[in-house]
């Protein structure tokens, strides 16, 4: 058995450091406590090409040269828009205690005597290195542009999909020899799985998919490491090929506001014929929702933030205005029957900047659907829901957030010093 932490979707960058670097850290911690033999990284290590003196990329490097003075790092290339091809060639250059092996390209990887790692010259191994204390198959995020320029870009989803189920089912003959040694087989790879739900709670369906389940059990890997998909999520099977799982670990921290579910990584333990993993949770920020039924109370809502402790968290507050209060909102516009930034990804997008002045962040940018399931109550881990009462409240008092104004004056956004329920002024 081999003992494996399976980190994904850091998204380091400007915007994300803080939440990235405290989960990435305390995650670190966590797998080395619990004395992983190695690591995986799947992809979306970065959330935008950083420049080398970004204190994300410092950050980032530090973090992973902690793990491999731990244990040898496998890491994948993740979405091409997250992590420009070339990103990740670096990290092999950081000199820990154990090396770094960066996946760029369709291959096998083996983790061999004294924790080195040995890659196939072609995308698989003629022969399994003897002795390997275990064998990777790694199918990095896939250039749909490049199988576009073979294929024309109409069938090229279709293509990538049909060329990796291809490719997965090539690896099978690999992977059971591999068992038949007693050499535990993991794949790793980036992509969606159709019918995986996303961290919003969508469910992927649709045929331009990488994966389906099918095809990566039909690796006849015992596991399979995933990235892409910010929310974890893992699929279980029992047959010829032993125990199987496939799995995300989702994104590392929770970076957008109503991000559902736990965030962490993923403890796996492999054998030859069966794997399990675990989700160890990361010190993720919180969601919550104050939720007004009717006009907004500002002292309610001054007493609700100070008993909240919503320090770092992500804020939304939501309320509703009957029709006949509408113009005490906001002259004119649709949204303003359903309160501030209700739907306005607009609103919810320059707020946040603002508000964070205040001490607290606040994003209120929520589509339709979503909104009208908040009000049912708390939905999943990390999420608060304060349902206060309504209380008359007098337009255009209190005073706003500078930022927020600011902003407001250049983009012409909601938000603006006109608006009297403009909720930043909760946390001044
Ligand atoms: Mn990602």
Known sequence: MIRLAHFSDLHYGTKNLIEADRCFGAAIDRAIALGVEAAVLSGDATDHGLDLHAPAAERLFAQVRRLADHCPVLMLQGTFSHEPPGTLAIFRLLGGRHPVHVAERIEQVALIAE????????????????GARALFSCAPTVNKAAVAAAVGAADAAQAVGENLACL??????????????????????????????????????????????????????????????????SWAAEGAAGGQCIAYAGSIGRFHYGEEGEKGFLLWEVDADQA??????????????????????LEALRATVAQLDVAGVF???????????????????????????????????????????????????????????????????????????????????GSHCRGCAAEAGRSGVRGSRRDPYHPVFAAA
């Open 276 to 297: 399990r993993c675990m989700l160890e949770a990361t010190p993720a920020r919180r969601t919550v929702d104050i939720v007004f039924d009717g006009k907004p109370d």
């Open 115 to 130: 924790g080195k790692w040995l890659a196939s010259t072609d995308w698989c191994f003629d022969r399994l290195p003897a």
């Open 168 to 233: 997965l089912r090539g690896y099978a003959p690999t992977h059971r020899a591999a068992r038949r040694q007693g050499m535990p087989a993991i794949g790793v790879s980036h992509g969606t799985v159709f019918g995986c739900v996303s961290e919003h709670g969508v469910p992927m369906a649709g045929f331009d998919h990488e994966f389906t389940t099918g095809a990566l059990f039909a690796a006849e890997a015992q596991a399979f490491m995933l990235g892409h998909i910010h929310r974890h999520q």
């Open 315 to 397: 804020v939304r507050v939501r309320w509703t205005v009957a029709d006949e209060d509408r113009h005490e909102v906001r002259p004119g516009g649709d949204r303003a029957a359903t309160g501030w930034g209700g739907g306005d990804q607009a609103g919810g997008a320059n707020c946040p900047r603002g508000a964070h002045a205040g001490g607290w962040d606040l994003a209120t940018g929520e589509s339709g659907g979503q909104g009208a399931g908040m009000g049912a109550g708390d939905r999943g881990a990390g999420r608060t829901v304060a349902r206060l009462p309504a209380r008359a409240v007098q337009p255009g008092t």
